[in-house]
Structures are given as C-alpha cells and as structure tokens.
C-alpha cells in the first residue's frame, strides 16, 4: 500500500482548494514575471539551487514567487528537488527523511525520491523521523510552487533540526546531482520586530548571505539558518555565483507595519568546478600539516593497527569537510592509493583515514612493514567537489576535458572508477585516459550507453615528486 504523507497546512498557510490555490500560484506568478522583466535583463541561467521563504503564501507568496519564476523554461528538464527547512515543532538532533512514498497537495500528490533517500541514510546525523515532517510547513507550503512551475519531478524532502552546517553541506553535496537537480533551501528571515527594525536586521543577514558566510547569519536572523548555512557552506567549496532576487517582510504583502517578518529569495548558479583560488591558497599554506598528519596516521598504524585519530585541535581547512587521497609510491613505482571522491567528514578525519588504509588496506597490495617506511614517499591530493558533465556522446565528453587539469568520475551500469589529475602525467591522450579508466571500472574500452556519467573535479596537489 502507498503510504502518503497529507497536507498538515493546506487551508492555513495556502489554500486546500485546486482552484483556489491555482489562481494564486498564477498570479503570484505573474506579477514576478511582470516585475523580473521590468527591472533586469532576463537570466539565462538555469539556477543550481534557491533560497525561498515559507510563510503564509499571503505573506511570503511573492517573495518566494521571484524565486520560482526562473524556473519556468526548466519545465521537464528538472527531474529530482532536494528540498530543506528547519524544523519548528519537534525538536532533534540531525536530519529527517521522509518514510513515505507520496505528499499530498491540492495539485495532487508528488512521489519521493526513495532511492535517494535510502543513499542518505548511509550518511552521519541522517536518519527517518516521520514526526518531523507529519506538522512541518517549512517544506509543505513549496510543493504545490513546484508543482506549478516543474509540472512532474521527484521530491526529496529533508526536516533539519539541531545540526552543524557542516554536516547539513555533506548531505547537500551527497544528494547535488546534475542538471536534473534542483536544491531548494526553505527559511523566513527576522520575526516579529517592527518594521524598520526588521529592514536593519534582514540587511544584515542578507549581506552575510551574500558573502556566502553562515558564520554572520545571527541566531535571530533566519530561522532557517541551519539548512541555509550548509547550502552556504556547499556553494563557497564549489564556487556558486548568488544573486539577491527579492527581499521584503510581511508589512510590504500584507499591511501591517507594527509587528513584521522578514522574507527574502536567493538564486544560486555554478560557475564550473574550479577551485576558488583562496581555497587552493589555503590548503597549500597548511600543506606541511596535512603531509605530517598523514605521516602519524602510518606511523600509528604501524604501532597499533589502527588509524591516527583525528586532533582535537583541527585549525582552519583541517575542521571544514574534505575530501582527500593518499598516495604512496616506493622506488617510483606506486605502493597504495586510497581516497574520498566527495567530502563527508572533516578533512583531518579524511586525512588520517585514508594514509592508513593507503598503507594497510589497498587491496592491490600487501600491508606496509616498517621495512619500507624509509624509501616511502607520500603525496596527498585535496579534492574540489566533482561537478557532472553536459555531454552528447563520447567525442564531446573527450572535447571538454581538460589534459592535466581536471580529474575523471565515470559511472555506468553500477560500476565506477575514478582517476585525478596526476594521472594525466602517464596517460597524456585524452581517449587513452579515458580507456584506461574504463578499463579499472571493468568496462570494455569501446564501452558506450545512453546511462553513461561523468563528473570532473581538480585537485590541489601536495608532496607530489
């Protein structure tokens, strides 16, 4: 039997009418349109992500409006919608999945990604919490906004309750996708000041939005601050463009002046996947620290069998999530390779992970005797967010690589495999390094389908001969 979630604040926060809520979506609509129109040059843009308030719609059925409006020509191009907001009625540690199959809505019921879902379990501080989302209107209140500009998609919902943003920005980036996904991040602004004081505040909160920066947002500033901080977090690694689309409060939608909360919607866009040249900057400045980490982990390894567990005192990148490899080479030839293809822990927990498993656990190789320590040499690649890849067929997949700059994820037929950048140096033919990379995959050379995936990242590059 399917199990559908019912509408908890249809009729309350927006109308539980088909035709009530149709015409008020339409003219929501409508007015952005008119408005994005007269005010700027259209975007071409297709947005990778958006910020968008969850208020009564009469309230902040405008601002989110704005947003959703630039989702109109994605119609039946955007498959899959990652949704957050945070939790206003039970209160939890971590995030909340959804168990059921469908929500209702008055534009009837949407069907939940649960493949995508069950691949978030496996993550830290996510688990199924159906009380979180049975009264939740953070999320409700946007399905039928959705629905009115995607027509047919999947919906991922996720209620997000007491959490680092951090660990928010891990589950964002586990659930990113490509062009078929889209992540919409629900949050209202100041509550309850009066009118000029909430302008002052929402500024401020704006500003710190701006700067990609969730360290700035106040604990008054945003009651979604939590998700807003983790998508913040995930754009500043992958570089996103954010644009400031609409910002207003209940005076200026409903009338009231003397007691107002704040409203404001954000468009995020993907510049491409390099690194941002701060991050690199950064990373190479504590380069001797992430080498020497690397080291102790061996060395503990050899001592106990177990990773080094991670400083207490992580400094700067060492506490921001990381993904990283460990590359060992001995007398030239390599000796253990071991790696994370996307950041879902801290990077000095990576660190320490993956130089023991490089020595110990690379299955191509025996554990490392203390024998070989003095002859061993150690490299670490600090890995960008991989990006998916836009392509027609195997030609215009090889066109747009990037010799010795972009590293490779291939996905197809559930296998996968995956090469950096470094490797560019032994394989400098674009069609023989994708070969090859078939080839540790298990697929055939000449392997080719219509479900074939690729996604490119770059690497900062430490210790390397």
């Known amino acids: 039997m399917t199990a559908i979630r019912p509408t908890a604040v249809a009729g309350q926060f927006y109308?539980?009418?088909?035709?009530?809520?149709?015409?008020?979506?339409?003219?929501?609509?409508?007015?952005?349109?008119?408005?994005?129109?007269?005010?700027?040059?259209?975007?071409?843009?297709?947005?990778?992500?958006?910020?968008?308030?969850?208020?009564?719609?009469?309230?902040?059925?405008?601002?989110?409006?704005?947003?959703?409006?630039?989702?109109?020509?994605?119609?039946?191009?955007?498959e899959r919608v990652l949704?957050?907001?945070?939790?206003?009625?039970?209160?939890?540690?971590?995030?909340?999945?959804?168990?059921?199959?469908?929500?209702?809505?008055?534009?009837?019921?949407v069907a939940l990604d649960r493949e995508g879902a069950e691949r978030l379990m496996a993550l830290p501080?996510?688990?199924?919490?159906?009380?979180?989302?049975?009264?939740?209107?953070?999320?409700?209140?946007?399905?039928?906004?959705?629905?009115?500009?995607?027509?047919?998609?999947?919906?991922?919902?996720?209620?997000?309750?007491?959490?680092?943003?951090?660990?928010?920005?891990?589950?964002?980036?586990?659930?990113?996708?490509?062009?078929?996904?889209?992540?919409?991040?629900?949050?209202?602004?100041?509550?309850?000041?009066?009118?000029?004081?909430?302008?002052?505040?929402?500024?401020?909160?704006?500003?710190?939005i701006e700067r990609l920066d969730p360290a700035a947002i106040e604990r008054d500033g945003a009651c979604g601050r939590v998700p807003v901080g983790g998508l913040l977090t995930s754009a500043r690694r992958r570089g996103l463009e954010i644009v400031t689309?609409?910002?207003?409060?209940?005076?200026?939608?409903?009338?009231?002046?003397?007691?107002?909360?704040?409203?404001?919607?954000?468009?995020?866009?993907?510049?491409?996947?390099?690194?941002?040249?701060?991050?690199?900057?950064?990373?190479k400045a504590i380069g001797p620290t992430l080498t020497e980490l690397a080291w102790a982990s061996i060395r503990h390894g050899l001592a106990t069998g177990a990773p080094l567990p991670p400083p207490a005192e992580r400094p700067g990148k060492l506490a921001e999530p990381g993904a990283v490899f460990v590359t060992l080479n001995r007398h030239g030839q390599l000796r253990g390779c071991i790696g994370s293809p996307v950041a879902w822990r801290l990077l000095a927990e990576d660190i320490c992970d993956n130089a023991f498993k490089a020595a110990f656990r690379d299955p191509r190789?025996?554990?490392?005797?203390?024998?070989?320590?003095?002859?061993?040499?150690?490299?670490?690649?600090?890995?960008?967010?991989?990006?998916p890849m836009r392509f027609a067929d195997e030609a215009d997949l090889l066109a747009q690589l990037r010799v010795r700059t972009d590293g490779l994820i291939?996905?197809?037929?559930?296998?996968?495999?995956?090469?950096?950048?470094?490797?560019?140096?032994?394989?400098?033919?674009?069609?023989?390094?994708?070969?090859?990379?078939?080839?540790?995959?298990?697929?055939?050379?000449t392997h080719w389908s219509a479900d074939f995936r690729a996604s490119t990242f770059q690497a900062v590059e430490i210790g390397k001969e």
């Not at 539980?16 to 700027?40: G, V």
């Not at 919490?129 to 959705?146: G, K």
């Not at 409203?263 to 996947?273: F, R, T, V």
């Not at 190789?365 to 990006?387: I, K």
């Open 15 to 78: 109308p539980a009418d088909f035709a009530e809520a149709t015409r008020q979506l339409d003219a929501f609509l409508a007015e952005a349109q008119t408005q994005l129109h007269d005010s700027r040059p259209a975007d071409p843009r297709a947005p990778k992500a958006l910020i968008v308030p969850h208020a009564g719609w009469i309230y902040s059925g405008p601002i989110a409006a704005s947003a959703y409006v630039r989702l109109l020509p994605l119609r039946g191009r955007i």
């Open 410 to 445: 291939i996905e197809d037929g559930g296998r996968r495999a995956l090469f950096l950048p470094s490797v560019w140096e032994q394989l400098p033919d674009k069609r023989a390094f994708l070969g090859h990379l078939k080839a540790k995959a298990g697929m055939a050379v």
């Open 125 to 208: 501080g996510v688990g199924l919490l159906e009380q979180a989302h049975a009264q939740e209107h953070s999320l409700e209140v946007h399905v039928p906004f959705l629905q009115a500009v995607l027509g047919d998609f999947k919906l991922l919902p996720i209620v997000v309750g007491d959490a680092p943003p951090d660990m928010v920005a891990v589950v964002i980036d586990a659930a990113w996708g490509g062009p078929e996904t889209l992540i919409v991040v629900s949050t209202d602004l100041s509550h309850f000041l009066d009118y000029a004081g909430c302008r002052r505040q929402d500024q401020a909160t704006v500003a710190a």
């Open 83 to 109: 949704l957050l907001g945070p939790s206003h009625r039970v209160a939890f540690r971590g995030l909340a999945l959804s168990g059921a199959d469908e929500w209702a809505s008055p534009l009837g019921s």
């Open 365 to 387: 190789f025996s554990p490392l005797t203390a024998g070989e320590v003095e002859d061993l040499h150690l490299s670490l690649s600090v890995l960008t967010p991989p990006v």
């Open 245 to 283: 689309l609409d910002v207003r409060n209940s005076g200026d939608t409903a009338g009231d002046k003397s007691r107002v909360v704040g409203y404001g919607s954000w468009a995020l866009y993907e510049k491409g996947s390099a690194m941002a040249t701060n991050d690199e900057a950064a990373i």
